[in-house]
């Protein structure tokens, strides 16, 4: 069974840093590019960033470009989402998604960015 | 970016209607577009992915269909555990874009 587990949500300050980690397993990891994606409070979805599965190519949300960076580490079937100058409007759910076409999504963990 | 628009937004039906719910690309993303169905308090879970494959178990009264920039979802005989919301994604390129999103209510 697939199963992706985020964890590192939190309270963090305007202008704080987190970072996200997302365990992966009962699939292949490393043959499979991995996501980030958000839903603020009653909102939609939102893509925040994309990652390749030999990490060659990474992709970001013109909302997150420059303060979020996405990695992933084969060896520990695991993918990570670092941010930082974190602002009031990066409140969400951020969900990792993977698996072949965003087929299976984790449970997700809220961060709250709040003074 | 590519833009989507699904239409309507919210829908009021009762179980065993039929339900078409749409979906429109702003520029052609071919069949690369899926489905997903979000309970309150849940995770978004994939139905259909190109454009009309089923996901392994979901029931067969979900269906897909269209290409280019027009697509739709549609439930053929809604059951109790199907109101929900959905969302289509197009994936044929970066920035991946969804929609806001059909709020499927009971009437």
């Known amino acids: 069974e697939v199963q992706l587990v985020e964890s590192g949500g939190g309270l963090v300050k305007p202008g704080g840093s987190l970072r996200l980690s997302c365990a992966a397993s009962g699939f292949t990891f490393s043959d499979y590019s991995m996501n980030w994606v958000r839903q603020a409070p009653g909102e939609g979805l939102e893509w925040v960033s994309s990652?390749?599965?030999?990490?060659?190519?990474?992709y970001y949300a013109d909302s997150v470009k420059g303060r979020f960076t996405i990695s992933r580490d084969n060896a520990k079937n695991s993918v990570y989402l670092q941010m930082n100058s974190l602002r009031a409007e990066d409140t969400a759910v951020y969900y990792c998604v993977g698996g072949g076409g965003c087929s299976h999504w984790g449970q997700g963990t809220l961060v709250t960015v709040s003074s | 970016d590519i833009q989507m628009t699904q239409s309507p937004s919210s829908v009021s039906a009762s179980v065993g209607d039929r339900v078409t719910i749409t979906c429109r690309a702003s520029?052609?993303?071919?069949?690369?577009l899926v489905w997903y169905q979000q309970r309150p308090g849940q995770a978004p879970k994939r139905l259909i992915y190109?454009?009309?494959s089923l996901e392994s178990g979901v029931p067969p009264r979900f269906g897909g269909s269209g290409s280019g920039t027009d697509f739709t979802l549609t439930i053929s005989s809604l059951q109790p555990e199907d109101f929900a919301t959905y969302f289509c994604?197009?994936?044929?390129?970066?920035?991946?874009?969804f929609g806001q999103g059909t709020r499927l209510e009971i009437k």
């Open positions: 520029q052609d993303v071919d069949r690369w």
């Open positions: 190109a454009a009309s």
């Open positions: 990652i390749s599965s030999s990490s060659n190519s990474r």
């Open positions: 994604q197009q994936t044929i390129t970066f920035p991946i874009t």
